[in-house]
């Protein structure tokens, strides 16, 4: 049997090493070398992803937002443009990181991004720019907004 000082060493560093393990699924932040960066915003829920010399789509997971491509009427666009400049506001003002959640059937990478350690989904949908998305159908946002669609 080890000394106790010995266990409590060994117990104190399997718990830094599972809190580092955490903290590495955050890692990737806006501006760190060699790890991808938040690029271009699309929408309210949809970035591009920098890495390195490339760039590649990512889809925000958690919550929904507006079409601006293509909405199915006025209303929609405009609180999709809304949640889009907000979306915009928060990357610009704040330091961003993400984790990865594998990709969608559009080949899409999904991650869950936060902003100063909050959550973009909780922000846009506490302001009522979004609502919660976890799959499946999406609701009719111009019904949502009672507006003709």
Not at 33 to 55: F, P
């Amino acid at each position: 049997m080890r000394p106790f000082w010995k266990r409590v060493i060994i117990g104190w560093l399997l718990v830094m090493g599972l809190w580092a393990s955490t903290a590495q699924m955050w890692d990737k932040r806006v501006g760190r070398e060699g790890q991808c960066e938040v690029g271009y915003v699309y929408d309210g829920d949809t970035v591009a992803l920098r890495c390195g010399g490339k760039e590649q789509t990512a889809r925000l997971v958690g919550f929904d937002t507006p079409e601006t491509k293509q909405p199915r009427c006025e209303a929609e666009r405009a609180l999709g443009d809304k949640a889009t400049l907000r979306l915009r506001g928060l990357l610009a003002n704040g330091e961003a990181s993400y984790r990865t959640q594998g990709h969608d059937k559009y080949g899409r990478e999904l991650i869950v991004l936060k902003v100063d350690g909050i959550g973009v989904a909780d922000t846009l949908i506490k302001e009522g720019l979004a609502v919660a998305y976890t799959g499946g159908s999406r609701i009719s946002w111009c019904a949502k907004l009672g507006a003709d669609g």
